[in-house]
């Protein structure tokens, strides 16, 4: 019985408690407000991120698969410093590198064209679309290239796609290139 009494007490002072706690409808409630302070209006700061190259005009495809395939082919080739999966396009902006860089541990996407600041360059497999910043090349090397670890996912899905892959480059015609076994030789030199 005595917890019948001991229950009974908390509700009865608990309800005390929160009844305290809740303002009559007699006391007004006074609420300070701080006076409105003017701010100035916030000004917009250049982003110091990657440079937007002009817009190129190209057809555009709800599925970059539908998109006809860039014209050339691939060529490997072996070299003291790592290997090349070099694609030779029917111009040279349609050309573009993967580069196993063997003694710094590392694979650069290349596109040899005029380098004028950082850019975006967009990869887009059947599996992973990603944008990566894209810096003006070495002395080594020419155009602008992006540096990838070996191990990373974007690769293999490059190495395996269905049929084609994508590079899209800010300011330069999107590449739909083959993923033919010459980019997965050069994804293996640097592993």
Known sequence: MKAIYLHAAGAIALTFSIAACVPSAKMP?????????????????????????????????????DAPQTSGTWEYA?????????????TPETSFAVNCLSSENRITLQRPIAPSGPRVMRI??????????AQPAPENLAGITVSIDPRDPLLDAMAITKGRFAVALDGERTLYLPAWVEVSRVIEDCR
């Open 29 to 65: 409630i006074i609420v300070d407000t701080p006076e409105p302070v003017a701010r100035p209006a916030p000004t917009a700061t250049p982003s110091p991120s990657v440079n937007s190259a002009p817009a190129v005009q190209e057809a555009t495809y709800a599925n970059y698969l």
């Open 78 to 90: 072996s070299f003291p410093f790592g290997s090349q999966a070099l694609f030779n396009g029917r």
């Open 124 to 133: 887009t497999t059947e599996t992973v679309s990603r944008s990566l910043s």
